[in-house]
């Protein structure tokens, strides 16, 4: 299991995701995330470095998103590559990609 890179201030969180994000990321991917939302801070996904990311890691994402919105924490993903937001609209959640990015 591999370390993600984490920037961590007063009040946010920034989590960098790995260039290739397919099934052998998911579960590491899961828990990095859980651990985050312990902190109660905002949380900032940067996506510019995906090359690939599969259905598991997009449908984490979703469910952190879902689960910081009940806590009412902020949560962003910024910085999405093409293979990103291309891998949105292949699943069919091309209308997430929009509120995403307005939260810059």
Known sequence: MT???IAN???EISLTLKSIMDLT???NLRLTFLDCLTKGK???IVASEVERITTPCLQILLSLKNRAD???ID???VDMTEA???ALY???LEEHIAPMEQRI
């Open 70 to 72: 009940f806590h009412h």
């Open 84 to 86: 990103f937001k291309s």
């Open 9 to 11: 201030s007063d009040d």
């Open 25 to 27: 990321e998911a579960e």
């Open 75 to 77: 949560f962003s993903i």
């Open 3 to 5: 370390s993600y890179a």
């Open 42 to 44: 905002s949380l900032k």
């Open 90 to 92: 292949d699943i069919g």
